[in-house]
Nanobody, 122 residues
């Protein structure tokens, strides 16, 4: 499956952004998908994940209550709505796909988008 992330940008602290990840390829809607982020000098970390139907969602603790992951399988697109953004949310955000439902390990994801920069100014 091929992935294309978009929607990043510069936003003030407390603001909102919505990231999108367009998927293409065979049975794209069957994959478990996730969002990761990587800040300069840090390892890539799990942010949120969603199963193929959208019935199960997983979040990293620091984004719970602020970020919402969703997907539209008709459009083959996954979203990450980010509210109450903080300076520590600044990173390159990547979308990814895998057949391993519920995983948070970057090494378990075989398909990655190109990344989109999110910068939160304080």
């Amino acid at each position: 499956v091929q992935l294309q992330a978009s929607g990043g940008g510069l936003v003030q602290a407390g603001g909102s952004l919505r990231l999108s990840c367009a998927a293409s390829g065979r049975a794209a809607s069957n994959y478990y998908m996730g969002w990761f982020r990587q800040a300069p000098g840090k390892e890539r970390e799990f942010v949120a994940g969603i199963n193929w139907s959208g019935s199960r969602k997983y979040y990293e603790d620091s984004v719970k209550g602020r970020f919402t992951i969703s997907r539209d399988n008709v459009k083959n697109t996954m979203y990450l709505r980010m509210n109450s953004l903080k300076s520590e949310d600044t990173a390159v955000y990547y979308c990814a796909a895998t057949i391993l439902d519920g995983t948070r390990m970057p090494s378990d994801f075989g398909s990655w988008g190109q990344g989109t920069q999110v910068t939160v100014s304080s």
